[in-house]
Nanobody, 125 residues
C-alpha cells in the first residue's frame, strides 16, 4: 500500500510562497510518476503538476510560471514550489501517484487509493 504524507501547507498573503513536500518510500519515488492535485470547496479536483520517473515535469496551465516541481539531477523529489499565490489558489493539496506510462496532469488523482491526507493552503488578499 502506497503511503504519502504531505507537509508545508499554511496561510500566506497574496503574492507569497509555499513549498509543499511529499514523503514517500524510496521505491514509490523511484518507480511511480508523482504529482499534486488540489481541490477547493465546491470546485472540481485539479491536477497541478507532476514529475515522472525520467525526471520530466509537467504543470497545469494555471500553474505555469508560478508553481513548479524543482528538478534535482541526482534524484526525483516530489516537492511543489508555489510562488505568486493568489486567493483562488486556496485549496486542500494532496500528493498522489500514477503509473509512469499513463501519467498526465489531467488524470492525476483518479485513483483515490493513492492520495495523501492532504495539506491545506490558505491565501488571504
Amino acid at each position: 500500500q502506497v503511503q504519502l504524507v504531505e507537509s508545508g501547507g499554511g496561510s500566506v498573503q497574496a503574492g507569497g510562497s509555499l513549498r509543499l513536500s511529499c514523503a514517500a518510500s524510496a521505491y514509490t519515488i523511484k518507480n511511480y510518476c508523482m504529482g499534486w492535485i488540489r481541490q477547493a470547496p465546491g470546485k472540481e479536483r485539479e491536477g497541478v503538476a507532476l514529475i515522472n520517473t525520467d525526471i520530466s515535469t509537467f504543470s497545469a496551465e494555471f500553474a505555469k510560471g508560478r508553481f513548479s516541481i524543482p528538478k534535482d539531477k541526482t534524484k526525483k523529489t516530489p516537492n511543489l514550489q508555489m510562488d505568486s499565490l493568489k486567493p483562488d489558489d486556496a485549496a486542500m493539496c494532496r500528493c498522489t501517484t500514477r503509473p509512469r506510462d499513463i501519467c498526465r496532469v489531467s488524470t492525476l488523482g483518479q485513483d483515490v487509493s493513492v492520495w495523501g491526507q492532504g495539506t491545506q493552503v490558505t491565501v488571504s488578499s
